[in-house]
């Protein structure tokens, strides 16, 4: 699987948005706040870093730029498995890469492992 992160991959449309924090199951791998369920078609993920924590646009599209790089390196730990994910940061404070993507890691192990 190519280390890429096309726009199809990319989740949007609130009906999707809404069903998916509605119907997905949630859990922790701090910091971020993982939301995921099943999806028939392929894998799209949502990054988000919230406005409440971080008022500079700089700062919040960092953390997302380190979210979906860690997701694009390690994308093929899903197994290829078929989700729609939510990755919300919930940190107040800006971490480094290496922690986003030890947590992005983790998550996608704990999403791809059997239920």
Request: hydrophobic letters at 40%.
């Amino acid at each position: 699987m190519p280390n890429t992160f096309p726009k199809h991959n990319k989740l949007c449309g609130k009906e999707r948005i809404a069903a998916l924090y509605k119907d997905g199951k949630r859990f922790t791998a701090w910091p971020l706040r993982v939301t995921y369920m099943p999806a028939e078609q392929t894998t799209q993920v949502l990054v988000w870093a919230p406005k409440s924590l971080f008022k500079h646009a700089v700062q919040r599209n960092h953390l997302r730029r380190l979210m979906r790089e860690a997701y694009r390196l390690h994308q093929d730990l899903l197994g290829g498995e078929h989700c729609l994910i939510a990755f919300n940061y919930m940190d107040k404070e800006v971490q480094p890469y290496a922690v986003v993507e030890k947590a992005l890691c983790k998550a996608l192990k704990k999403i791809a492992s059997p239920r």
